[in-house]
């Protein structure tokens, strides 16, 4: 069986935003435009195609991505219809809370278009997936929606994106007339204007630029073209000389630049209003890479720890990785995986080289949201979802056993808030057993832990929103009915100065005895350089650094993994109010054994207890979650928001004019922000509204450490 689609025609890439900018509204044109649906679902009316689940259409926002399927025919003068390219497309959730299906999404995409609000331009949320797609450094292009909207501007949109994201920002459209005089749009390549008619849209007029927007788009002409010669030392000569590249040129050296993430075109349009978004999807062909234009992915060799790579190729070993996992009531677990090399048939065995294991792939389905499209075979470059895996989870990887690989795996937040959870009646605690690990198997961001003092369930999640959906699913998906306890903070605790700590662990019952003996250093962790090679002594995570410096093998190496694991333990239960401790280093540099009585039991009691002893005179100290936070409200209320937002320890960072409303930037403690919307509303009659999402962690003020060891107790 062969591709029915050739690599250089494949395009994989997110639709991303900040709530509210419009990307569902644009994914659901984008499936009417290419023939996947025949009627366009609407957010307001909770009949679309990508927000599928209750919880979306009842909330008229996204809360998972969405992967989407579809063909698409370039619109331009001279592209060859039957060249059809086909557009793997993952819609992606614009709240903060649900940032965690961003970032796996962008990890595992090629390209990404970003959509913007007409209004609002560049939003707390378009920051937070632009540094997503600069960490994966994922070509993007830029949509600028809603200039249809009262109160829209494509040129303070794209100002804020100059300000705020990128430099490389290149126009490569102007709209003509904006609000309810929105018409259409001019492309300035070609230097033509489009009009977007008949039933949705769907027929695409060209015509020549209307005389009064002539003199602009020729100005705005000028500067594209200077941006785009610049990436080219061939075309800059020429251009100097007075010759313009061709129109062919031109698009090849943007093309280039913008995979290579040098270059971010800007469209416009209202999806809205069915104007734009067919110029869009050509700009996806045009720029956006197929699989075989990045880079080759990076992995390691799971016998040497070598790294490796592989390039998008059917003939290279098979390689995936999976991204997402989602319960299905009818087919049990899909397990969304990314091929990057090789291909894989239904029926064939899976080697899951993270784990080791091997599975049947009995079934591969490819998802049209909610909707299945069984498929035999999966290509390289390919996204697709395999049916009831059991040991499958985010960020394993699957390969050919003969060439095993595992592909650098998806890193995500720890979750900032928590509650407690308690089931109403005995059969409902089976069920939220249940209901709990499907769940927090999907979502890496939603943890289930036990309090090891009361016994009670804590539940820890992105936000309150994330919590109240997680709730709600276990009721409507597993029937669980629970009793919630009011959100609390997830503090941590750190150390910020050095310890040294011995401990020996004797115990002698008549028997076989028990003998442990460690010592150790505890320091802050420190950020590894970029391309330093950490030593094989290291095992380093992303809150823990533990470093084997024993000498002559005073300890056997078969019980260095058990102090690990006691100082693991340890770093659970912290030392000032017993929440998880972060970021520390621990350095085994001394200790013995006995012949007999050494064991790993020993040795885990006896690097918890130095670890325990070691914390207590490093200084230690609690953080708490600091939040990014956007205030927009009308001028009038400025100053009362302002002296409220003191009163909660916020720190300012700035104000900014966005039409005819104030934007109020600060940082502040989540736990001053519980309930902050309803107050907000109260405050301003209604018209004040706020985003908020997690930035980092902060040591706490003395008097609000004190306050928080009192609680605790």
């Given at each position: 069986m062969?591709?029915?689609?050739?690599?250089?025609?494949?395009?994989?890439?997110?639709?991303i935003?900040?709530?509210?900018?419009g990307?569902?509204?644009?994914?659901?044109?984008?499936?009417?435009?290419?023939?996947?649906?025949?009627?366009?679902?609407?957010?307001?009316?909770?009949?679309?195609?990508?927000?599928?689940?209750?919880?979306?259409?009842?909330?008229?926002?996204?809360?998972?991505?969405?992967?989407?399927?579809?063909?698409?025919?370039?619109?331009?003068?001279?592209?060859?219809?039957?060249?059809?390219?086909?557009?793997?497309?993952?819609?992606?959730?614009?709240?903060?809370?649900?940032?965690?299906?961003?970032?796996?999404?962008?990890?595992?995409?090629?390209?990404?278009?970003?959509?913007?609000?007409?209004?609002?331009?560049?939003?707390?949320?378009?920051?937070?997936?632009?540094?997503?797609?600069?960490?994966?450094?994922?070509?993007?292009?830029?949509?600028?929606?809603?200039?249809?909207?009262?109160?829209?501007?494509f040129?303070?949109?794209?100002?804020?994106?100059?300000?705020?994201?990128?430099?490389?920002?290149?126009?490569?459209?102007?709209?003509?007339?904006?609000?309810?005089?929105?018409?259409?749009?001019?492309?300035?390549?070609?230097?033509?204007a489009?009009?977007?008619?008949?039933?949705?849209?769907?027929?695409?007029?060209?015509?020549?630029?209307?005389?009064?927007?002539?003199?602009?788009?020729?100005?705005?002409?000028?500067?594209?073209?200077?941006?785009?010669?610049?990436?080219?030392?061939?075309?800059?000569?020429?251009?100097?000389?007075?010759?313009?590249?061709?129109?062919?040129?031109?698009?090849?050296?943007?093309?280039?630049?913008?995979?290579?993430?040098?270059?971010?075109?800007?469209?416009?349009?209202?999806?809205?209003?069915?104007?734009?978004?067919?110029?869009?999807?050509?700009?996806?062909?045009?720029?956006?890479?197929?699989?075989?234009?990045?880079?080759?992915?990076?992995?390691?060799?799971?016998?040497?720890?070598?790294?490796?790579?592989?390039?998008?190729s059917?003939?290279?070993?098979?390689?995936?990785?999976?991204?997402?996992?989602?319960?299905?009531?009818?087919?049990?677990?899909?397990?969304?995986?990314?091929?990057?090399?090789?291909?894989?048939?239904?029926?064939?065995?899976?080697?899951?080289?993270?784990?080791g294991?091997?599975?049947?792939?009995?079934?591969?389905?490819?998802?049209q949201?909610?909707?299945?499209?069984?498929?035999?075979?999966?290509?390289?470059?390919?996204?697709?979802a395999?049916?009831?895996?059991?040991?499958?989870?985010?960020?394993?990887?699957?390969?050919?056993?003969?060439?095993?690989?595992?592909?650098?795996?998806?890193?995500?937040?720890?979750?900032?808030?928590?509650?407690?959870?308690?089931?109403?009646?005995?059969?409902?605690?089976?069920k939220?057993?249940?209901?709990?690990?499907?769940?927090?198997?999907?979502?890496?961001?939603?943890?289930?832990?036990?309090?090891?003092?009361?016994?009670?369930?804590?539940?820890?999640?992105?936000?309150?929103?994330?919590?109240?959906?997680m709730?709600?699913?276990?009721?409507?998906?597993?029937?669980?009915e629970?009793?919630?306890?009011?959100?609390?903070?997830?503090?941590?605790?750190?150390?910020?100065?050095?310890?040294?700590?011995?401990?020996?662990?004797?115990?002698?019952?008549?028997g076989?005895?028990?003998?442990?003996?460690?010592?150790?250093?505890?320091?802050?962790?420190e950020?590894?350089?970029?391309?330093?090679?950490?030593?094989?002594?290291?095992?380093?995570?992303?809150?823990?650094?533990?470093?084997?410096?024993?000498?002559?093998?005073?300890?056997?190496?078969?019980?260095?993994?058990?102090?690990?694991?006691?100082?693991?333990?340890?770093?659970?239960?912290?030392?000032?109010?017993?929440?998880?401790?972060?970021?520390?280093?621990?350095?085994?540099?001394y200790?013995?054994?006995?012949?007999?009585?050494?064991?790993?039991?020993?040795?885990?009691?006896?690097?918890?207890?130095?670890?325990?002893?070691?914390?207590?005179?490093?200084?230690?100290?609690?953080?708490?979650?600091?939040?990014?936070l956007?205030?927009?409200?009308?001028?009038?209320?400025?100053?009362?928001?302002?002296?409220?937002?003191?009163?909660?320890?916020?720190?300012?960072?700035?104000?900014?004019?966005?039409?005819?409303?104030?934007?109020?930037?600060?940082s502040?403690?989540?736990?001053?922000?519980?309930?902050?919307i309803?107050?907000?509303?109260?405050?301003?009659?209604?018209?004040?509204?706020?985003?908020?999402?997690?930035?980092?962690?902060?040591?706490?003020?003395?008097?609000?450490?004190?306050?928080?060891?009192?609680?605790?107790?």
């Amino acid at each position: 069986m062969n591709r029915d689609y050739p690599l250089e025609r494949v395009r994989n890439f997110g639709i991303i935003a900040h709530i509210d900018a419009g990307k569902t509204t644009t994914s659901e044109r984008i499936l009417f435009y290419t023939g996947e649906s025949h009627k366009i679902g609407e957010v307001h009316e909770g009949n679309t195609i990508t927000d599928w689940m209750e919880q979306e259409r009842e909330r008229g926002i996204t809360i998972t991505a969405a992967a989407i399927t579809c063909f698409w025919n370039p619109t331009y003068m001279g592209a060859d219809v039957s060249l059809k390219n086909r557009f793997n497309i993952i819609d992606t959730p614009g709240h903060i809370d649900f940032t965690a299906e961003v970032k796996r999404s962008l990890r595992v995409l090629d390209g990404a278009v970003v959509v913007f609000d007409g209004v609002a331009g560049v939003e707390p949320q378009s920051e937070t997936n632009w540094r997503y797609a600069d960490d994966g450094n994922v070509p993007r292009i830029c949509f600028i929606n809603k200039l249809d909207r009262i109160g829209g501007s494509f040129e303070r949109s794209f100002q804020s994106i100059l300000d705020r994201l990128t430099k490389n920002a290149i126009r490569m459209q102007i709209p003509m007339g904006v609000e309810d005089k929105f018409e259409g749009v001019i492309d300035l390549l070609k230097m033509k204007a489009y009009y977007f008619e008949g039933t949705m849209g769907i027929q695409i007029r060209e015509a020549e630029i209307p005389p009064e927007y002539l003199e602009e788009a020729k100005k705005y002409r000028h500067e594209l073209i200077e941006k785009i010669v610049e990436q080219d030392d061939i075309l800059m000569s020429a251009y100097l000389e007075g010759k313009e590249p061709s129109y062919e040129d031109l698009k090849k050296t943007l093309r280039k630049a913008t995979i290579e993430v040098k270059l971010v075109p800007v469209f416009t349009g209202s999806a809205l209003k069915n104007k734009g978004v067919q110029l869009i999807l050509d700009a996806v062909v045009d720029y956006l890479p197929s699989p075989l234009d990045i880079p080759p992915v990076r992995g390691i060799d799971p016998k040497t720890g070598d790294e490796m790579f592989r390039k998008a190729s059917d003939e290279e070993p098979f390689a995936a990785l999976a991204f997402k996992l989602q319960s299905d009531p009818f087919v049990g677990q899909l397990t969304f995986f990314r091929v990057y090399s090789g291909t894989i048939e239904a029926g064939s065995y899976i080697y899951n080289a993270t784990t080791g294991d091997k599975e049947r792939l009995g079934r591969i389905v490819r998802l049209q949201a909610d909707k299945r499209e069984e498929v035999k075979k999966v290509f390289s470059g390919e996204i697709a979802a395999a049916v009831g895996l059991k040991s499958a989870r985010t960020s394993h990887t699957f390969c050919d056993e003969n060439n095993p690989i595992i592909i650098d795996p998806i890193k995500f937040v720890d979750p900032v808030v928590s509650l407690r959870i308690e089931p109403k009646t005995k059969a409902d605690q089976e069920k939220m057993g249940m209901a709990m690990k499907k769940l927090s198997d999907e979502d890496p961001t939603f943890k289930v832990s036990t309090n090891t003092e009361t016994m009670e369930t804590i539940i820890s999640g992105m936000g309150e929103l994330h919590l109240e959906i997680m709730i709600d699913r276990m009721k409507r998906e597993f029937g669980v009915e629970a009793n919630v306890g009011k959100p609390q903070v997830a503090y941590r605790e750190t150390i910020t100065g050095t310890a040294e700590a011995e401990h020996k662990y004797i115990k002698q019952s008549g028997g076989k005895g028990q003998y442990g003996h460690v010592k150790i250093i505890l320091k802050p962790m420190e950020p590894v350089e970029e391309g330093k090679k950490i030593p094989k002594n290291v095992s380093r995570y992303d809150d823990f650094e533990f470093i084997n410096s024993i000498k002559g093998g005073v300890i056997p190496i078969e019980f260095i993994p058990a102090v690990e694991k006691g100082v693991r333990e340890a770093m659970e239960r912290g030392i000032v109010a017993g929440f998880k401790m972060v970021n520390v280093s621990c350095d085994l540099i001394y200790g013995s054994y006995h012949d007999v009585d050494s064991s790993e039991i020993a040795y885990k009691i006896a690097g918890s207890q130095a670890f325990q002893d070691a914390a207590k005179r490093a200084r230690p100290v609690i953080l708490e979650p600091i939040m990014k936070l956007e205030v927009i409200v009308p001028e009038k209320f400025m100053g009362d928001i302002t002296g409220n937002l003191n009163s909660k320890r916020a720190q300012i960072d700035g104000m900014e004019d966005r039409g005819m409303l104030k934007v109020i930037r600060a940082s502040v403690p989540l736990s001053e922000m519980f309930g902050y919307i309803t107050s907000l509303r109260s405050m301003t009659e209604g018209r004040g509204s706020a985003n908020m999402e997690f930035d980092h962690y902060e040591v706490v003020p003395p008097q609000v450490e004190k306050s928080i060891v009192e609680a605790r107790k």
